[in-house]
């Protein structure tokens, strides 16, 4: 085998554990932190953002790759960059990360100026209580969610009970007006026989 095809398959195989390496990085990284998934610190601007994603999203693209997992990576990026260019989304991620910051801070009785806020390991923990702070937000609003869901719940089936009553209604006053020309004819027709009868009676009496 000539050098320069030596030196390509292993270029090849080069990119291709780079694309394993990448996918199983962000396979293993807390899917709901979207930094972490793209491997980005806060305050990035969005020109890197995008540009980070493109250069991402074509190493482990599932067209470019056999890894099975591919597909899973890339949709796991594409929503990462979906909530860091979405300024609700973002800010709502930043202050999950400044939180637990605080929250951590707090636990270790330190001050933010503190030495140890600077080391690996409170970054660490800091990642670690991230985790911690996301997932709690996120059960609380899936919690509002379905709360939510159940209050519109009830109060449809209010408006649907409220409707089907106005229905019947309606349906009753059409019924008693369909029926007022049968209504008047029988009436008559009653008082008619009254009077006739009454005049015989009074006939009769008179005879006697």
Same mark, same amino acid.
Not at 57 to 84: E, G
């Given at each position: ?106 636990? !270790? ?6 030495? &140890?806020?600077?080391? $690996?390991?409170?970054?660490?923990? @800091? #990642? *670690?209580?991230? +985790? ?36 019947? !209604? ?6 008693? &007006?369909?029926?007022? $020309?049968?209504?008047?004819?029988? @009436? #008559? *027709?009653?008082? +008619? ?16």
């Amino acid at each position: 085998m000539a050098s320069d095809d030596v030196l390509a398959e292993l270029e090849a195989t080069g990119r291709e554990v780079d694309k394993d390496n990448e996918i199983r990085r962000i396979m293993a990284v807390f899917r709901l932190d979207a930094y972490a998934v793209l491997d980005l610190q806060p305050g990035i601007p969005d020109s890197d953002i995008k540009k980070i994603y493109r250069g991402k999203s074509l190493l482990i693209h599932p067209d470019k790759t056999t890894n099975p997992l591919a597909p899973d990576a890339f949709d796991r990026l594409k929503k990462a960059q979906t909530v860091l260019l979405d300024e609700k989304e973002r800010n709502l991620l930043d202050e999950s990360i400044a939180d637990a910051r605080m929250l951590l801070i707090r636990e !270790k009785k330190l001050t933010k100026d503190s030495e &140890e806020v600077k080391s $690996d390991e409170f970054l660490k923990e @800091w #990642r *670690e209580k991230t +985790k911690w702070v996301i997932m709690e937000n996120e059960t609380r609003r899936v919690k509002l969610q379905q709360a939510q869901m159940r209050e519109e719940g009830r109060q449809q089936r209010k408006d649907d009970e409220e409707a089907e009553q106005r229905k019947r !209604k309606r349906e009753h006053d059409k019924a008693w &007006e369909d029926s007022r $020309d049968s209504r008047i004819g029988s @009436w #008559r *027709e009653f008082a +008619k026989g009254g009077a006739g009868g009454a005049k015989k009676k009074k006939k009769v009496k008179s005879l006697g």
